[in-house]
């Protein structure tokens, strides 16, 4: 059976792509951006995991506004990462694993989160960003993507708890197939950000605290929060911080262990990333809840 | 309205993007969407003029693409994450559009950041 074995949290920036493609890594105002990485790619390295599972944000770049999914899974064996305006990425396709993905897919449909399909397309920052610091690229990736794409730029979003709910989905689905995979879930955006109108560059590192304060302890508080409560208190876009959540809603219901969080400000994006457990895992719960009925 | 939106005409300086905004701003929407093709790319940089009459846009959007009003573009209704792909076409980086966003020269405006030299 596959399981999931923990969860992370990870901004999207762009920015840190192309710091990453200059070779930024060890200048005094990048470093600690990417040696806060380093230990979650070291978790990944060592627990081998199979698949990344990333709810992540297309920015009009596989879609544009004539059709424009709320939620999209990707199904390919690869996918390239796309051209956003500065030409191509010198990073090797994104490998999926077809079965698996469709999978999810019909277990979710089936669920009644009815998302839209896509295939042969390719994929922005939004996954793309983040992935070459938490996999290694040469001579190719460890694994497989299950790519699922939330919108997060045209209202109407999906609810803060639509996402928690999809996540939940995700776990069953992923419990349900049959192979031994390894999966991790990934949540990305944020955090505090503002990168339109005069309002740019609000930051409120307060509040980016009590997110994942309440993320771990409390995501119901989360869930009750509107939209227009995420602008106010994290910036216009970090609205986009919903796509944790779904993160969130397939670590399951117990309490979770962090084992490591690096947070970066700079200069206009909140970078954050968080790695996760399940305190107990589930198996070690069921047996423990069985001890208990009788 | 949007419940979910309830209360964002009080937050200063946001321009929420919805699918009304995008019913009325398709077509600049696409054009700077576009620019994610190396050939729409080349043919905006030989002929401007030409790409904009082609992907329909107003007299009032030409103005504002020609003057790179960055804000004004927002303010009508462009969304940023196509707006940024238009910013690597003409050499300007987010930093530097965020700024005139704000109404601040580049150094003015990095000064504000926790790492100015994070660029």
């Known amino acids: 059976m596959a399981r999931i074995i923990g969860g992370i949290g990870t901004s999207h920036v762009p920015t840190i792509a192309v710091a990453y493609d200059k070779g930024k890594q060890n200048e005094p105002a990048w470093a600690p951006l990417f040696e806060g990485y380093k230990p979650v790619a070291a978790w990944l390295a060592e627990k081998q995991a199979d698949v990344l599972v990333f709810f992540y944000n297309d920015h009009c770049t596989t879609f544009f506004f004539d059709m424009y999914p709320t939620f999209a899974l990707g199904v390919g064996e690869r996918f390239p990462i796309a051209d956003e305006g500065a030409g191509l990425r010198n990073l090797p396709p994104i490998r999926g694993n077809v079965d698996f993905q469709a999978h999810i897919a019909e277990c979710l449909v089936n669920d009644e989160f009815d998302l839209t399909v896509f295939q042969n397309k390719p994929i922005d920052h939004g996954c793309a960003s983040p992935l070459p610091l938490l996999w290694p690229h040469q001579p190719d990736w460890p694994g497989a993507v299950v790519p699922i794409a939330i919108n997060v730029l045209q209202y109407p979003l999906p609810t803060a708890r639509r996402c928690y709910r999809l996540g939940q989905a995700v776990r069953r689905a992923v419990e349900s197939y049959p192979e031994d995979l390894k999966v991790v879930v990934v949540g990305t955006g944020g955090l505090s950000h503002q990168i339109h109108g005069e309002r740019t560059g609000f930051n409120n590192t307060e509040w980016d605290m009590e997110f994942l304060r309440l993320l771990e302890e409390d995501p119901e508080a989360l869930m009750r929060m509107k939209h227009a409560d995420y602008v106010r208190l994290g910036g216009a876009e970090s609205v986009e911080q919903i796509m944790w959540l779904a993160m969130r809603g397939a670590l399951g219901t117990g309490p979770l262990r962090k084992l490591h969080q690096n947070y970066y400000l700079a200069t206009t994006t909140a970078m954050t990333v968080v790695l996760y457990e399940e305190a107990a895992p589930a198996a070690v719960r069921s047996e423990l809840a069985a001890m208990a009925a009788s | ?119």
């Open chain 2, 1 to 119: 309205m949007n419940p979910q939106l309830e209360g964002i005409e009080t937050i200063p300086g946001t321009y929420p993007f919805d699918i009304r905004t995008a019913n009325r701003t398709l077509n600049i929407n696409r054009f700077f969407w576009n620019m994610i093709s190396a050939e729409w790319r080349a043919r905006f940089i030989e002929d401007e003029e030409g790409t904009m009459e082609a992907a329909g846009l107003t007299e009032e959007e030409k103005k504002l693409v020609r003057a790179r009003d960055w804000l004004g573009l927002v303010k009508h209704g462009v969304n940023f994450f196509v707006l940024e792909k238009f910013g690597r076409v003409v050499h300007k980086t987010n930093l530097e559009i965020y700024a005139i966003m704000r109404g601040e020269t580049f150094e003015e405006f990095m000064k504000t950041r926790r790492v100015p030299d994070a660029r």
